[in-house]
């Protein structure tokens, strides 16, 4: 939803802060006063293209910023996610239009391109009317409002599912087939597994291996140093540290009954002498596992060698050997098995595209009745708007391909026949902006705004109506701001009595230069709006009272 909108220097609003709550808010305004200016600044938000002529006159450069409280937008959360833009449960979107027709673009900060602007914008707002960036009028837009009118996300989900399994299932079988014959493949498989399994690979037995051979390598040092250190620590020819310990604590224990703390001494030499001990069977342990064997040392060369020679070979380290030998083996196993899941594959093809073929006929069945009831329910709607004898259609365009399409069989197109015996037209193709703005309201009214974007602006939906139908486009505009935010640009009262919060953009001049200016109405300042709405220049007691009794009738 959108909470705030900024403007500076922008065509001619020098400055506006406007804040927005959910329900309908609509923005009224002399003709010429640049009412329509808020939903020009949207569409740039939104990733329109911007010239020059947008920075108001005489300023360097017009800054755009929109924020966003995406509590009730998990797409455009999610989008935010996927491309590291994403900035707790807020979402701000900055633009900036210098004089000479640059422009840059920010989101939550971080530097955008227009294309994401675009992406974003897809998932927050909608903006209907006489503009070219309406979501509506995109083939993709209108299958998703038809298949959230019809509840179709089980069915969708079951046709993408099958369609995903079908393309799985082809593209394993080219990649078999490109193999073409491998024999010759299995044949080299088998010479380098089993040279491979010859050998102990696994990571535990090649440190062993290297930890022995470290050993008889330095065989001789080793023993030299370890009968060094026996004889010093407790050998029996001449001094050794054992009999030096014992012979310093009974000195002490002789004196000890004079100086109790030499008890201490004595108590952490007795511990230093368990320790030697236990070193010296462990030593003892350590020399008579130390042999000066040439021929083990020679084996352990040889078989030391040959992982290294395997590993040069197959070019990984020697501890990735045995991971490279199942690689190994689990592509022989593939391959050998290479033609009997070539002949399966055709046949779980084909069942693949049956499954689809189901899930699809399902959701068409789906779809056709939803377009039907969304049809009419639009239909009828849009003669209450003012376009009596017009007909609202949904075409179901099949796609013509065999491949089985995650969306499913058929693409959607809206068609509208804005008058009596005219053919319907594509609604993008539909000429006048009121119109368009009125058909794209009874379609959001009809389909009780399920489609997942957040919020809606209608610029101009009420153009060249007047009168009770007025009344009606108000009343219409109020229900679907109960499910979704709605921002309506109009100059009719009857539509603006409607609002929840109400925004009045005046024009005045100083020095010779003109100026728009963005005011949020009060209650005794929306009464005198639609009585100047109502009379025009004269504002008198007939007027404010005919104001004051709209305002009562919508409350």
Known sequence: MLT?????????????????????????????????????????????????????????????????????????????????????????????????????????????????????????????????HQALLAKGSQLALLDAYARNDGARAAVDTAARGWTAL????????????????????????????????????????????????????????CDAAFARLGGED????????????GELQRVAEHE???????????????????ALALLGRVRDDLDLDPSAFDTLEQRLGRLHELARKHRVAPEQLAAHRDGLAAELELLRGAGERLARLDGEIAAAAQAWRRAADALTGSRREAATALSAATTALIAELGMGGGRFD??????????????????????????????????????????????????????????AVPSMVFDEVDSGIGGAVAEIVGQKLRALGASRQVLCVTHLPQVAAQGHAHYRVSKSASDGVTQSLVQRLDPKQREEELARMLGGVELTKEVRAAAKRLLADVD
Request: aromatic share 2%; hydrophobic share 45%.
């Open 260 to 278: 109790a703390r030499l008890t201490d001494v004595d108590a952490m030499l007795d511990a230093a002498a368990i320790q030697i001990d236990e």
């Open 238 to 249: 001449g001094p050794s540290l054992s009999r030096a310990l014992q012979q310093v604590r």
């Open 394 to 451: 949904i075409a179901l365009e099949p796609i013509g391909e065999d491949r089985p399409d995650p969306q499913g069989a058929e693409r959607v197109e809206f068609l509208v026949a804005a008058n009596p015996g005219q053919p319907p037209r594509a609604l993008r193709k539909v000429a006048s902006g009121g119109e368009l703005s009125r058909v794209s309201l009874a379609i959001e009214v009809a389909a009780l705004g399920l489609d």
């Open 170 to 225: 082809l593209r394993e079988r080219e990649a078999l087939i490109a193999k073409g014959d491998v024999s010759e493949r299995i044949g080299w498989l088998e010479h380098q597994y089993h040279e491979l399994e010859r050998e102990t690979l696994e990571p535990e037995a090649i440190a062993r291996l290297l930890a022995d051979h470290k050993r008889h390598a330095h065989a001789a040092g080793l023993i030299a140093a």
């Open 4 to 132: 705030h909108l900024s403007l500076k220097h922008f065509v001619v609003v020098s400055a506006a802060e406007l804040s927005f709550g959910p329900g309908l808010t609509v923005i009224s305004g002399e003709t010429g006063a640049g009412k329509s200016l808020l939903v020009d600044a949207l569409g740039l938000i939104s990733g329109l293209r911007a010239d020059s002529g947008v920075v108001r006159h005489g300023a360097d450069r017009a800054e755009l910023v929109a924020e966003f409280s995406l509590q009730h937008s998990a797409a455009a959360a999610a989008w935010l996610r996927d491309n590291e833009l994403d900035e707790d449960e807020a979402c701000q979107v900055r633009r900036v239009i210098r004089a000479d027709g640059g422009s840059r673009a920010w989101i939550n900060g971080r530097p955008a391109t227009l294309g994401q602007l675009a992406d974003l914008a897809s998932r927050l707002v909608e903006i209907h009317g006489q503009h070219e």
